[in-house]
C-alpha cells in the first residue's frame, strides 16, 4: 500500500522559510521521480517540484530560485526547502510521484502571513 506523509508546514510571514519532509513507502519511492505539489484555495493542484530517480529537477517558474528539492534514496524521503516565501505560496503541499498515482496523503498546511 502506497504511504505518503508530509509535515513540516507552519505560519510564517513573507520573506520567511520551511523545510517540508515526505515519508513515503519504499516501492513508490524506488520507482518513480518523485515531487511536490500545492493546492491554493479555490485552485487546481498544481506541481511545483520534482526530482528524478537520475536528480533530474525541475521547478515551476514561480518558485524557481526559492524552493530546492531534494531526496534521499536510502531512506525514502523527499524534502522541500522553502525560501524568500510570499503570500501566494499559501497551500496545503503534498508529495507524490510524477505523475501522480491517485492516492494521496493528508498534506501539510503551509500559510504566507504578516
Known amino acids: 500500500q502506497v504511504q505518503l506523509v508530509e509535515s513540516g508546514g507552519g505560519l510564517v510571514q513573507p520573506g520567511g522559510s520551511l523545510r517540508l519532509s515526505c515519508a513515503a513507502s519504499?516501492?513508490?519511492?524506488?520507482?518513480?521521480?518523485m515531487g511536490w505539489y500545492r493546492q491554493a484555495p479555490g485552485k487546481q493542484r498544481e506541481l511545483v517540484a520534482s526530482v528524478a530517480k537520475g536528480d533530474f529537477i525541475y521547478y515551476a517558474d514561480s518558485v524557481a530560485g526559492r524552493f530546492i528539492i531534494s531526496r534521499n534514496n536510502a531512506e525514502a524521503t523527499l524534502r522541500l526547502q522553502m525560501n524568500s516565501l510570499k503570500p501566494e505560496d499559501t497551500a496545503v503541499y503534498y508529495c507524490?510521484?510524477?505523475?501522480?498515482?491517485?492516492?494521496w496523503g493528508q498534506g501539510t498546511q503551509v500559510t504566507v502571513s504578516s
Open positions: 507524490n510521484a510524477v505523475p501522480d498515482n491517485g492516492n
Open positions: 519504499r516501492d513508490i519511492f524506488r520507482a518513480f521521480a
